[in-house]
T-cell receptor, first 111, second 112 residues
Framework: ELKVEQNPLFLSMQEGKNYTIYCNYSTTSDRLYWYRQDPGKSLESLFVLLSNGAVKQEGRLMASLDTKARLSTLHITAAVHDLSATYFCAVDKGQGGKLIFGQGTELSVKP | NAGVTQTPKFQVLKTGQSMTLQCAQDMNHEYMSWYRQDPGMGLRLIHYSVGAGITDQGEVPNGYNVSRSTTEDFPLRLLSAAPSQTSVYFC???????????FGQGTRLTVV
C-alpha cells in the first residue's frame, strides 16, 4: 500500500528564513506533485516532478525528487508572509490519475 | 476557460438523505477522480475513472457511488448521508500521460 508522509505538519517561520518540507513515500512512483492550498480554496499546482534528480524552482520555492530514496523536498528561501498556506505533496499511483496525498504542512510566516 | 467545475459549492444534508455532487470538465480528459479532505488527513481518494464507462474504488469508497456515462461528467452520489461524510469534496481530472492534474473548487458538505 502506497503511503505518503510529510514533515513537519506545522511550521512557523520568521520572514527571511529558510526551511525545508520533506515528503517520503513508500513505493515507487513515476511522478510527484506539490500543491499549495489557501484556507477555503482549492489546490494550486506548484510543481510536477517526473524523474530522479528532477529539480524545479519558482520564485522562493524549489522542489527536488530522489526516487531512490523515495523522498521529495520543498525548500523555501527567504520566506515572506505571502507564502503562508498549507502545502501538500502527492504521489501518482499509476493508471487512472490516482493521487495519494501527504497530510499537508501548514506553514505560517510571521514578520 | 472553465476547467473542472463542481456544483454545488456548499450543501447541508440531514442524516439519511441522498444527494449527488456534480463534476464536469471541458478539457476532454480521460482520467477523473474524487477526493475528500478532512482536517489533518490530507486528501483521500474516493473513486476514480479512466474513461467513460469505467470506474473503480479508491482508498475510502464506502457510502459513495459513481458512474461515468460521458467523458465530461463524473458525478458522486451519497445514497444515505452520515455525519462521518461531512467533509470538503474535490474532483480532479488529467489526461493520460499528461503531467498536470486539475482540481475543481470543491464542495463543502455538512451532514447533520
Amino acid at each position: 500500500e502506497l503511503k505518503v508522509e510529510q514533515n513537519p505538519l506545522f511550521l512557523s517561520m520568521q520572514e527571511g528564513k529558510n526551511y525545508t518540507i520533506y515528503c517520503n513515500y513508500s513505493t515507487t512512483s513515476d511522478r510527484l506533485y506539490w500543491y499549495r492550498q489557501d484556507p477555503g480554496k482549492s489546490l494550486e499546482s506548484l510543481f510536477v516532478l517526473l524523474s530522479n534528480g528532477a529539480v524545479k524552482q519558482e520564485g522562493r520555492l524549489m522542489a527536488s525528487l530522489d526516487t531512490k530514496a523515495r523522498l521529495s523536498t520543498l525548500h523555501i528561501t527567504a520566506a515572506v508572509h505571502d507564502l503562508s498556506a498549507t502545502y501538500f505533496c502527492a504521489v501518482d499511483k499509476g493508471q487512472g490519475g490516482k493521487l495519494i496525498f501527504g497530510q499537508g504542512t501548514e506553514l505560517s510566516v510571521k514578520p | 476557460n472553465a476547467g473542472v467545475t463542481q456544483t454545488p459549492k456548499f450543501q447541508v444534508l440531514k442524516t439519511g438523505q441522498s444527494m449527488t455532487l456534480q463534476c464536469a470538465q471541458d478539457m476532454n480528459h480521460e482520467y477523473m477522480s474524487w477526493y475528500r479532505q478532512d482536517p489533518g488527513m490530507g486528501l483521500r481518494l474516493i473513486h476514480y475513472s479512466v474513461g467513460a464507462g469505467i470506474t473503480d474504488q479508491g482508498e475510502v469508497p464506502n457510502g459513495y457511488n459513481v458512474s461515468r456515462s460521458t467523458t465530461e461528467d463524473f458525478p458522486l452520489r451519497l445514497l444515505s448521508a452520515a455525519p462521518s461524510q461531512t467533509s470538503v469534496y474535490f474532483c480532479a481530472s488529467r489526461q493520460p500521460g499528461g503531467t498536470e492534474a486539475f482540481f475543481g473548487q470543491g464542495t463543502r458538505l455538512t451532514v447533520v
